[in-house]
């Protein structure tokens, strides 16, 4: 049963450019959350999908955007970089709705902003 | 908001020792959950153990364990006989079981070194 999948696991950026980052779940989730976690701090949630929606949105800017397709898999996107965007970028598989499901991570990508 | 707190940022135990990791949260619901989560240098999240506040016994999971204190709001994770593979960052995290809002808050973590 293959867990949670990121790519590309490393990237380099300079600023102003555009990033986007892949996620596919766990097998049989259906709901994808985004967390960014800065060197040294605990993860921060940046949203989650839910039937190709965006169903709750952390405290972040609008340069940060997702989405999910048919097959729950997910991408994130962030525009306009800026050097405090390097971080490690985490996504997060759950199932269903009925509240407090676990969330399943997956290795995350490490985003470097020069 | 709910905000959780780890007080040690850092901890160390000999190997076959047991160790506990503080975490406190601050909260005005009555139902949530709360988890462990143990980040190795290899940096994949992995859960450890998950406790259920409407559940008054503590969870286990073989040698992890909590004392979950709800009026204390306090949610301590012991490991007994500790392993030279538990060297990881160990992160406490709530969550507030509503439909759309599943997210994690996360503690600021404890970084546990095994000592051989």
């Known amino acids: 049963d293959a867990g949670v999948t990121q790519s590309p696991t490393h990237l380099i950026k300079t600023r102003g450019q555009q990033v986007t980052l892949r996620c596919s779940p766990k097998?049989?989730?259906?709901?994808v959350s985004w967390y960014q976690q800065a060197l040294g701090q605990g993860p921060q949630f940046i949203f989650q999908?839910?039937?190709?929606?965006?169903?709750q949105r952390g405290n972040f800017p609008d340069r940060f955007s997702g989405h999910q397709f048919p097959n729950y898999s997910s991408e994130l996107n962030v525009n306009a970089l800026l050097l405090g965007d390097s971080a490690l970028y985490l996504c997060a598989s759950s199932f269903g709705v009925a509240g407090g499901e676990t969330q399943y991570f997956g290795p995350g990508t490490r985003l470097l902003v020069l | 908001a709910q905000t959780v707190t780890q007080s040690q940022p850092e901890m160390s135990v000999q190997e076959a020792e047991t160790v506990t990791l503080s975490c406190t949260y601050d909260?005005?619901?009555?139902?949530?959950?709360l988890f462990w989560y143990k980040q190795p240098p290899s940096r994949q999240m992995i859960l450890v153990i998950r406790q259920e506040a409407y559940k008054q016994q503590n969870a286990t999971e073989n040698r992890f364990s909590v004392n979950f204190q709800k009026a204390a709001k306090s949610f301590s994770l012991k490991i007994s006989d500790s392993q030279l593979g538990d060297t990881a960052m160990y992160f406490c995290?709530?969550?507030?079981?509503?439909?759309?809002?599943?997210?994690?808050?996360f503690g600021t973590g404890t970084r546990l070194t095994i000592i051989p």
């Open positions: 097998s049989g989730h259906d709901t």
């Open positions: 909260t005005s619901e009555s139902n949530y959950y």
């Open positions: 995290a709530f969550m507030k079981p509503l439909f759309g809002n599943e997210k994690l808050t």
């Open positions: 999908y839910y039937e190709e929606e965006e169903r």
